[in-house]
């Protein structure tokens, strides 16, 4: 018989390449969407299944072979800042090359969501989450921005899983009509987003790219009150999402 493994030893081995899924609702998406789970810890195992038996009971027993109690001060040894749910994880990331064969394929059955040059971490895991909920097929990011940044999947609530997460250069985009928004482009009540499109949204600071621009097919807008500076950048995707789905496409 085979000792046991000790999971924060395997912790410390394999946090340098990991994905951090910090907190519970982190850990439950990863599993939901088949992640391949290397350790998970829990400074409250009993309180951690309680969660599961209330919020997700579909992977409830996988949570409880996964979990390991460990004391408090060793969990938040393992992570930048605490969880409330004292509960952290890690993943195996998904393969690139995997990722670029899904964000390739054609023809598309949803949209790929594009973020050039996204500077705010929060605001970038915010629209993985959307993202994921909405069905796309992917979001990129150009940049500097590691949109497997562990601040990102906190905010995306672990739902990278869920969908294709890569950053790439602005000329390595999919292919597909690029719908870029831009104060300057037509109201998008008037346009029906196609399937295949990437939808590209520019940085909360400077707007889009010169490449991005250039590369662009269609400038859409978003209505918007005058003298109202912009939108916040995950509010933009949700409401171009949302016009995507009513005027024809729709969640899986």
Same mark, same amino acid.
């Given at each position: 018989?085979?000792?046991?493994?000790?999971?924060? !030893?395997?912790?410390?081995?394999?946090?340098?390449?990991?994905?951090?899924?910090?907190?519970?609702?982190?850990?439950?998406? !990863?599993?939901?969407?088949?992640?391949?789970?290397?350790?998970?810890?829990?400074?409250?195992?009993?309180?951690?299944?309680?969660?599961?038996?209330?919020?997700?009971?579909?992977? *409830?027993?996988?949570?409880?072979?996964?979990?390991?109690?460990?004391?408090?001060?060793?969990?938040?040894?393992?992570?930048?800042?605490?969880?409330?749910?004292?509960?952290?994880?890690?993943?195996?990331?998904?393969?690139?090359?995997?990722?670029?064969?899904?964000?390739?394929?054609?023809?598309?059955?949803?949209?790929?969501?594009?973020?050039?040059?996204?500077?705010?971490?929060?605001?970038?895991?915010?629209?993985?989450?959307?993202?994921?909920?909405?069905?796309?097929?992917?979001?990129?990011?150009?940049?500097?921005?590691?949109?497997?940044?562990?601040?990102?999947?906190?905010?995306?609530?672990?739902?990278?899983?869920?969908?294709?997460?890569?950053?790439?250069?602005?000329?390595?985009?999919?292919?597909?009509?690029?719908?870029?928004?831009?104060?300057?482009?037509?109201?998008?009540?008037?346009?029906?987003?196609?399937?295949?499109?990437?939808?590209?949204?520019?940085?909360? *600071?400077?707007?889009?790219?010169?490449?991005?621009?250039?590369?662009?097919?269609?400038?859409?807008?978003?209505?918007?009150?005058?003298?109202?500076?912009?939108?916040?950048?995950?509010?933009?995707?949700?409401?171009?999402?949302?016009?995507?789905?009513?005027?024809?496409?729709?969640?899986?």
């Amino acid at each position: 018989m085979t000792d046991p493994v000790d999971p924060v !030893a395997l912790w410390h081995r394999q946090s340098g390449t990991a994905v951090l899924l910090d907190g519970f609702h982190a850990l439950k998406h !990863a599993v939901r969407f088949r992640a391949e789970v290397l350790a998970a810890v829990t400074a409250d195992r009993a309180a951690a299944l309680a969660l599961a038996d209330e919020l997700a009971p579909d992977v *409830r027993d996988t949570l409880a072979t996964l979990l390991t109690e460990v004391p408090y001060g060793t969990y938040a040894s393992l992570v930048p800042r605490p969880h409330p749910t004292a509960v952290a994880a890690l993943a195996v990331r998904p393969s690139r090359a995997g990722n670029l064969e899904k964000l390739a394929r054609t023809p598309r059955t949803a949209p790929v969501v594009v973020l050039d040059n996204p500077r705010n971490l929060g605001n970038a895991g915010a629209v993985i989450r959307l993202a994921a909920g909405f069905g796309v097929t992917g979001v990129v990011t150009t940049g500097t921005l590691d949109p497997w940044h562990p601040t990102v999947v906190r905010g995306g609530a672990g739902l990278h899983f869920a969908t294709a997460v890569e950053r790439l250069a602005a000329g390595e985009l999919p292919p597909g009509p690029v719908f870029a928004l831009d104060p300057e482009g037509e109201d998008i009540r008037g346009t029906e987003l196609p399937d295949d499109a990437l939808l590209a949204f520019g940085s909360e *600071r400077s707007g889009l790219s010169p490449e991005l621009r250039a590369r662009a097919d269609h400038l859409i807008a978003l209505p918007m009150r005058p003298q109202v500076s912009s939108y916040n950048l995950a509010t933009s995707v949700a409401m171009t999402l949302y016009h995507w789905s009513a005027t024809g496409g729709a969640p899986a």
